[in-house]
T-cell receptor
Framework: GGIITQTPKFLIGQEGQKLTLKCQQN?????MYWYRQDSGKGLRLIYY???????QKGDLSEGYDASREKKSSFSLTVTSAQKNEMAVFLC??????????????FGAGTRLSVL | GDSVTQTEGQVTVSESKSLIINCTYS????????LFWYVRYPGEGLQLLLK?????QKGSSRGFEATYNKEATSFHLQKASVQESDSAVYYC?????????????FGSGTQLTVMP
C-alpha cells in the first residue's frame, strides 16, 4: 500500500498572497493531480502531471501554478489569493496516464480560507 | 462536454433500510465511458468504491452495487441494508477517452447519513 500526504491540512491566507500547497506520494505512481472542491460542487481539475517534469493544465488552471519537483512530489501555488475564497484542494495520483479506468488515490486535502 | 449529475445533495436513511443514490451522465465518447463511485468517509481521503468499464455490467463492493445502464445513461448506487458506518459522501464519476484526455469528471456528491 501507499499514502498521499498533503501539507498543510489547513491554510489561512490574506487577499493577494501567494500560497503553496504540497503533496507527496509513496506509491511510485507516474501521474499526479490537483483538484479543487467548492462546497456543493464536484471536484474540478486544476493541473496534472503525467510523469516527472511534465505539467498539464486542467479546466481550472487560471490563477494557479504547479511544479512536479520529482516523481513523488507535486506542488500547487495559488498565485494571488482571492478575498473570502474557501475551498478544499485535493491531491491524487494514479499508476500512469495510459488507461482511463485507472484508479485515483487521494490525499486528505488542504482546506484553504482567505481573509 | 462530459458531465455527471447527482440530484440529491443529502440523503438520510435509517439503519437496515435500503438505499439508492442517483447518478446520470452525459459523455461525448463514440464508445462508452468508464464509470466510478468514489467515497469519502469522515476524516479520510476520497477512495474508490467500485468501477465498471463495460456497459451493461454491474460492479459491487462493501455491499454496494451499481449497474452501468447505457440506455438510461445512469449508474445508480444501491445497497439493500445500510449501516451507520456507511455514512459518508459518495461521488459518481466518469472518464471518457474521446478527447484523449482520460481525466475523471465528478458529480457534486451526495452526503449519506445513516440514522441508528
Amino acid at each position: 500500500g501507499g499514502i498521499i500526504t498533503q501539507t498543510p491540512k489547513f491554510l489561512i491566507g490574506q487577499e493577494g498572497q501567494k500560497l503553496t500547497l504540497k503533496c507527496q506520494q509513496n506509491f511510485n505512481h507516474d501521474t499526479m493531480y490537483w483538484y479543487r472542491q467548492d462546497s456543493g460542487k464536484g471536484l474540478r481539475l486544476i493541473y496534472y502531471s503525467i510523469t516527472e517534469n511534465d505539467l498539464q493544465k486542467g479546466d481550472l488552471s487560471e490563477g494557479y501554478d504547479a511544479s512536479r519537483e520529482k516523481k513523488s512530489s507535486f506542488s500547487l501555488t495559488v498565485t494571488s489569493a482571492q478575498k473570502n475564497e474557501m475551498a478544499v484542494f485535493l491531491c491524487a495520483s494514479s499508476i500512469n496516464w495510459g488507461a482511463s479506468q485507472n484508479t485515483l488515490y487521494f490525499g486528505a486535502g488542504t482546506r484553504l480560507s482567505v481573509l | 462536454g462530459d458531465s455527471v449529475t447527482q440530484t440529491e445533495g443529502q440523503v438520510t436513511v435509517s439503519e437496515s433500510k435500503s438505499l439508492i443514490i442517483n447518478c446520470t451522465y452525459s459523455a461525448t465518447s463514440i464508445g462508452y465511458p468508464n464509470l466510478f463511485w468514489y467515497v469519502r468517509y469522515p476524516g479520510e481521503g476520497l477512495q474508490l468504491l467500485l468501477k465498471v468499464i463495460t456497459a451493461g455490467q454491474k460492479g459491487s463492493s462493501r455491499g454496494f452495487e451499481a449497474t452501468y445502464n447505457k440506455e438510461a445513461t445512469s449508474f445508480h448506487l444501491q445497497k439493500a441494508s445500510v449501516q451507520e458506518s456507511d455514512s459518508a459522501v459518495y461521488y459518481c464519476a466518469l472518464s471518457d477517452a474521446s478527447s484523449g484526455s482520460w481525466q475523471l469528471i465528478f458529480g457534486s456528491g451526495t452526503q449519506l447519513t445513516v440514522m441508528p
